[in-house]
């Protein structure tokens, strides 16, 4: 079986893939696949090409391949942008889906194991990455996985500031630059750069990162630990939600529509939220935390901890508050994103 072959037989596995262990198996075979292949065209891809951008820090090639073996986020999002370039396609029948997938990293993850599942005509690609050494290995990679038919650019370029060329219409954006509680990485500057270049009917993979304020014991709340046992079945299994969860409010939700971009702090450019209820007891749940999910495209959702991206992240709890009457919670997004607290009196 050619190569080409065999990562289209994979790839269907995954979008056959029916529950969280089928789509974990799944997505592990691909993986040993692409990392074979990958490791006879070049033995290292760069582990210290860390890259500061405007809105965060771009993974090293290194790193950023590791984010295949984020098995149930990889399935769905791959479940995900299949589906939606099935739509596309149907949706526009005469002429080929443009899909643009900014931070390719040096396996083209999110796209490339999905290209055989269509005809070369269908799709126009372009790959955007700030590392160089990345797309030195996506281009390789095509190569060795026969994929040369497909019409695919590669461009070493800044996601936050690229401007798409007028004549080509954007039907797909892909971009997954993202840490837990979009932390560190860029995806929000990403996001608002490159989701106002799409056509109207054009869709945004993922659709929505939607972020949570919730209270509650973080050690108790499932967490997704980088490990050789991450995606064990037991490990899964025991993923269940803690029973004194209080979800508060959605604070913002990340989409195509950038309104986002309407509740940021004009003065600081920052968003804040400000909590003017303090509890009188919060034994039960001490902890203020922010929680991910991402709604990727269709019926593909990656929930809290199902996926590295998607773990809980605590900013502070009530006991740091004592005697305030109110607090607020801000998240900055540009140079380093992170997650502050202000206590008001
Ligand atoms: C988290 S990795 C994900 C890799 C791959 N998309 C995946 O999902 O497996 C993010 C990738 O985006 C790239 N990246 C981050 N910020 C970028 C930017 N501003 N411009 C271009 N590439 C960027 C990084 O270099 C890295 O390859």
Known sequence: MSNFQELARLSSAILASENVYTEVETAKALSEFIHSVQSKLTQYVQKDNETKVSGGIALSSYDAALCLDDYIRTARFLKGTHAAIRQMIQSQASSAVNILYAGCGPLGTLLLPLLPLFDSRQLDCVLLDINASSL????????????????????????????????????????????????????????????GQLEPNGILIPESINMDMVYTTFGDEPYLRNDLHAFDRGRIEAMTPYPNRQVKNRLFSINKELDFLKQVDQQSGDFRYTVHEMPVSFDLWPDICVFTQIHIYGEQHLESAESYITNPFCITNFYNLAGCKSFELVYHFRDLPNWSHVIKQ
Do not use: C, H
Request: aromatic share 6%; hydrophobic share 40%.
């Open 136 to 195: 030195e290995s996506v281009q390789k990679l095509l190569n060795a996985l026969g994929l040369q038919a497909y019409s695919i650019k590669t461009i070493e370029t800044d996601a936050t500031t690229y401007r798409k060329p007028e004549n080509w219409p954007m039907n797909l954006l892909i971009t997954e630059t993202m840490f837990r509680a979009l932390v560190r990485e860029p995806q929000v500057s990403v996001t608002i750069n490159l989701a």
